[in-house]
């Protein structure tokens, strides 16, 4: 079975990591010894404009140093596990963790003073907003915290179901659940085994970091955590909430269309005692554990006739003898068709592209810029298939936002805001069409498919891209809430299975029991890793897509336009990748789209032949839940 889309959302963690923001995106935990710290210490500059100047240009400077060897370290670490480098990592990784406190702290107290330049408060804020669960300086808060989030952390790792009673872990058991082989009744198992199992034991650690975390976000001046963490919008978070909530409703016909007809198919396939007709989806049913991208169940729904596309990406490879490392030359290939630099030398030699037969590693593909400047490399272990080819031009992408925004000051090394730096490649990737493929000579013309198989495509597409728009948007509602108290510990688990049920239409395939914790069951959470940046990603790479056929004059459906050797596209590519997060993320967009606002219309046009289609075959039923 294959899992892409899954594989993209968790490598985002991996991809940031070595960037500009490791040390912040990464500080789950912070020592104690490092809040304690800067809070005992005096200021070191004086309270004023000039002070905080100071202060940002040390902290950048430092931060630049560090992370270049944190890279280093953890690069060797995930090319070469041993005991050895895992303590290498940890310790460097906590050094890190100690760094952005600090400077967290430090820019609280700077933040409000009043003349600050502009770039200066920027790049304050950033420090300031750049720990996703802040410590409080309380003595023993830190350890205490530390110590919650490693424990979640490793009750997920070490979670496991059962399969017709017998156990089996996480990476298994989410293969099994787009296993079409398996029957209802084997899923229903494994669904409430695993939400049983994993997410009830974290309930009280959770509701306990939850209150540790509001007070490290109050002592740098946020109301409580999600505040803090919708603070990196350029937009206040109310404004950022109701944002995230009208891409939302622009988009939900789209997704009632979809679940409606995948309804249907699941209620022909299992009848009504497993799947009704009318109501919510059964979410065992759906191919994946939080039924958040149902790509594994495309055969079952997949359009008599035109299902198929006629040729396999990876069979077209094979017939050529393509390698893994033309994989990425022909990706490469892509992007200097755009007018993009050549990949540096050094890119060839220190990549990992292929899994070593002598060591551990971590294949979760990742891209990454060791010395902040021209040394990138990706990090994959490439199997010759469709996956990996959109895969890798998924990471070039990272790779290329990296180096386009390369000679911004340290605190600017990074995306426009978190939806964009996963946006790029995804966008590159939606012009892998057959008629590119034609162009690279991978395909021939005559294979070329007839354009009765586009509904196929697209829904294949839409079962990853526009299912996951509820769930990209309601994980974090969930903890919106749960951080700012509207959602008590007494209803974390009601909560969720309601907003589950609110925006998705899904429900679980049994009763939940009284101490069940659902929210645990699914990585980001006990990760705490933020989740609207999916969400938001999903959304712009269509806007980036759109922005590239107008700007290369594409004049027939969207979801057939490449933009393949367009020099014009690239040229305003880069204006927008270059200014990295120098400016606020309006900014940026309209430097390649010519707009301001975030849209999904470009995503409803891309998907228009599809509804159609949908809405012919959802005649006679009733749409929603
Ligand atoms: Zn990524």
Known sequence: MKHTATALCALVIATLAPTAQAQSAHAAAPADKATAAPARAALPYPPNAEGAAAFIAAAEKDLFGYTVEASQV????????TEDTDAMAARINAEGTEKSVAYALEAAKFAALPGLAPDVKRKLDILRNGIVLPAPTMPGAATELNEIATRLNSLYGKGKGTLNGKEINGSDIEAEMGNPERTPAELAEMWASWHDNVGAPMKDDYARMVGIA???????????????????????????TAMTERLWQETRPLYL????????????????????????????????????????????????????LGYDIGELLAKQNKGPVDMVKIGEGFYSSLGFEKLPETFWQRSQFTKPADREVVCHASAWNVDNVDDIRIKMCIKVNADDFVTIHHELGHNYYQRAYNEQPFLYLNGANDGFHEAIGDFVALSITPEYLVQIGLLDRSQVPSADKDIGLLLRQAMDKVAFLPFGLLVDKWRWGVFDGSIQPAEYNTAWV?????????VPPVDRPADAFDPGAKYHIPGNTPYTRYFLARILQFQFYKAACDQAGWKGPLHRCSFYGNKEVGEKLNAMLEMGASKPWPEALAAFTGTREMSAKPMLEYFAPLIEWLDAQNEGETAGW
């Open 74 to 81: 953890n690069w060797v670490n995930s090319t070469y596990i």
């Open 498 to 506: 309601d907003l589950k049920r609110e925006y998705q239409g899904i």
């Open 214 to 240: 509001n007070e490290g976000a109050k002592e740098l001046g946020f109301a409580d955590t999600g505040v803090m963490w919708r603070s990196g919008y350029d937009m206040s978070a109310a404004d950022f």
């Open 257 to 308: 269309a979809l679940h409606t007809y995948v309804r249907k198919q699941l209620n022909e396939k299992h009848g009504d005692a497993v799947q009704p007709r009318t109501g919510p989806i059964r979410a065992d049913l759906l191919g994946n554990m939080w039924a958040q991208e149902w790509g594994n169940i495309y055969p079952l729904v997949a359009p008599e006739g035109s299902g198929a």
